[in-house]
């Protein structure tokens, strides 16, 4: 089994925030894009066009319609991917050391090389963030864009996650979660960003910003709103509204 690092120099993660991601999936493909062509062995994509395809995808976007008590429902799309928790199952209960938490900044990677397969990290992962590649026959999960955030042949805009870096709305950010001073760390403070699961006990490295309250919007009385006619209306209009009464 493999071990964990009892502390990581930094702790490299995502902050989503659930009240600006609009379900667009973006971020979905550009993870699969620049996954397929660098890291690793491609994802592949099985029977795409054929009755049972299947394909690797390391962040997947759920949505759900969440309804509370006098309020009228809401749609909030999830994100998910790895959450490279600071007590991940998936690297302990690894039989030959092929997942593992790196001690320099918390990523958890899978070396290909050394994965049989098994399947053992996919089932001790809570999240379902974990997935067999049909092709190359191993475990896939996300890496934080580990090939791409430290080239420095990019440029320095372009050091961050595809998913980050694509993400329209702004909802994905990217930062050293270990550092309460940095940009990721005052926003999880300042918006009360929380784990996901955390009655796992897995210290996800990700945090999720809260969705916001939505204003409560009277309708307004479209009849009030026309300009009608008014009882002492002279000329044309006048003889119109006495012709349409007597109909």
Not at 60 to 72: G, I, K, Q
Not at 85 to 98: E, I, K, S, Y
Not at 156 to 169: F, G, I, L
Request: hydrophobic residues 35%; glycine residues 8%; negative net charge.
């Amino acid at each position: 089994m493999t071990s964990l690092p009892a502390k990581t120099t930094r702790k490299l993660g995502l902050v989503i925030d659930l009240d600006t991601c609009v379900g667009c999936h973006a971020c979905v493909i550009s993870c699969k894009g620049w996954n397929t062509e660098n890291y690793g062995a491609a994802l592949s994509d099985m029977d795409a066009y054929g009755a049972n395809p299947e394909g690797t995808f390391l962040n997947r976007v759920h949505t759900f319609e969440v309804t509370r008590d006098a309020a009228p429902p809401m749609v909030v799309h999830f994100p998910k991917s790895c959450l490279h928790c600071d007590d991940a199952p998936c690297v302990t209960v690894c039989p030959t050391g092929a997942s593992y938490k790196r001690t320099e900044d918390g990523i958890v990677l899978v070396n290909e090389t050394d994965c049989i397969g098994c399947g053992l990290c996919a089932w001790a992962c809570p999240y379902g963030a974990r997935e067999m590649d049909a092709a190359a026959k191993v475990m896939k999960k996300c890496t934080l864009c580990v090939d791409r955030i430290y080239n420095e042949n990019l440029a320095p805009e372009d050091r961050e996650p595809a998913c980050v870096r694509t993400c329209p709305s702004g909802a994905r950010h990217f930062g050293d979660l270990g550092d309460p001073g940095s940009a990721v760390s005052r926003l999880v403070t300042e918006r009360g960003g929380f784990d996901l699961m955390p009655e796992q006990g897995t210290q996800p490295v990700n945090k999720y910003l809260p969705p916001r309250g939505r204003d409560m919007l009277q309708a307004p009385d479209l009849a009030s709103l026309c300009d009608t006619t008014p009882e002492t209306a002279t000329g044309f209009l006048g003889w119109l509204d006495r012709a349409l009464e007597k109909l």
